[in-house]
């Protein structure tokens, strides 16, 4: 007999349970509060009379306007024309059921 070996077989030889009340990750997620402090301060000083952060948006502006506006609005929705044939049979479902999805489908 041939005995499944992988990490997911509901095994517990490796596995201690957490106590009651106890968390599975007691440092939880880490912080980015700490990197976005310091980047938004690298981004606040002055270089050439401007903040980096204006010298970041006039680049944009001239050589990537698309990225500024990405940001500002979203991307622009982008349209998808499908054209599909299928014969699908769906286990215990009526051959007149199926029609009549498949009538539905095309006026969609």
Same mark, same amino acid.
Do not use: C
């Given at each position: 007999?041939?005995t499944n070996?992988?990490?997911? @077989?509901?095994?517990? +030889? @490796?596995?201690? !349970?957490?106590?009651?009340? *106890?968390?599975? @990750?007691?440092?939880?997620? !880490?912080?980015? +509060?700490?990197? +976005?402090?310091?980047?938004r301060k690298?981004?606040? /000083?002055?270089?050439?009379?401007?903040?980096? $952060?204006?010298?970041?948006?006039?680049?944009? *502006?001239?050589?990537?306007?698309?990225?500024? $506006?990405?940001?500002?609005?979203?991307?622009?929705?982008?349209?998808?024309?499908? *054209? +599909?044939?299928? *014969?699908?049979?769906?286990?215990?479902?009526?051959?007149?059921?199926?029609?009549?999805?498949? /009538?539905?489908?095309?006026?969609?």
């Amino acid at each position: 007999m041939r005995t499944n070996t992988t990490q997911n @077989n509901g095994g517990t +030889a @490796n596995l201690r !349970p957490f106590k009651k009340g *106890q968390s599975g @990750n007691p440092g939880g997620r !880490p912080k980015t +509060a700490k990197l +976005a402090e310091l980047t938004r301060k690298y981004l606040d /000083e002055k270089a050439g009379g401007k903040t980096r $952060l204006r010298h970041v948006l006039e680049w944009l *502006q001239k050589h990537k306007p698309e990225i500024l $506006l990405h940001y500002a609005y979203g991307k622009p929705v982008e349209a998808v024309d499908v *054209q +599909a044939e299928s *014969q699908t049979s769906i286990v215990g479902m009526s051959d007149e059921m199926l029609e009549r999805l498949r /009538e539905y489908a095309k006026r969609l």
